[in-house]
């Protein structure tokens, strides 16, 4: 392949009849050209940075903000359902109890006289007085005791009382075991 130089370029391009190629104000014009381009470049990378940066400020803001709106939303709601859960749990367990516990069975004390440890002759416990009311629990098979409990002084007190000293009523001395 030849050369693509040629022996006269080096008069014919720089002698001072040369031609003419833009000459130093055409450079200065370029260098001006290349430095506005490249200052134009680096202003749009700041801009572009400190848009990226209020972006990412605007994220974190809106983020934080939900976030701070919704812990509380979704603490209240758990705290409903554990409140709804804790109140079925009771309401349950409340009907449970209601059907395990027999009815209570009270009478009222007509004559003051002894409460005793066992019936008939057994060491007197308390003396009850006429107007009080006491628990029934239980009854002897001729139903002349019946074993009772009462709290007075917030002492609870249990033993057996004659029938003679009570007043009860007949629906619940049937149920008396």
Do not use: C, H
Not at 78 to 102: D, G, I, S, Y
Not at 127 to 147: N, P
Not at 148 to 171: A, E, F, H, Q
């Amino acid at each position: 392949m030849a050369s693509k130089i040629r022996p006269d370029d080096w008069e014919r391009l720089f002698t001072p009849n040369a031609p003419r190629r833009g000459g130093p104000l055409r450079t200065l014009i370029n260098i001006v050209l290349a430095a506005v381009v490249l200052a134009l470049l680096g202003a749009g990378g700041v801009w572009a940075n400190g848009f990226r940066e209020q972006r990412a400020a605007q994220a974190i803001a809106t983020a934080t903000s939900a976030a701070a709106t919704a812990i509380p939303q979704r603490t209240a709601a758990a705290q409903a359902e554990l409140n709804a859960t804790a109140t079925l749990v009771a309401a349950r367990a409340a009907t449970a109890e209601a059907q395990a516990k027999p009815p209570l069975l009270t009478a009222s004390v007509s004559n003051g006289g002894n409460v005793r440890e066992q019936p008939v002759s057994g060491q007197p416990v308390d003396q009850v007085q006429s107007g009080e009311t006491v628990q029934l629990l239980g009854k002897t098979q001729d139903a002349r005791w019946f074993r009772v409990t009462y709290t007075r002084d917030g002492k609870t007190i249990t033993g057996w009382i004659s029938r003679s000293l009570l007043t009860i009523d007949p629906n619940v001395e049937k149920q008396v075991p």
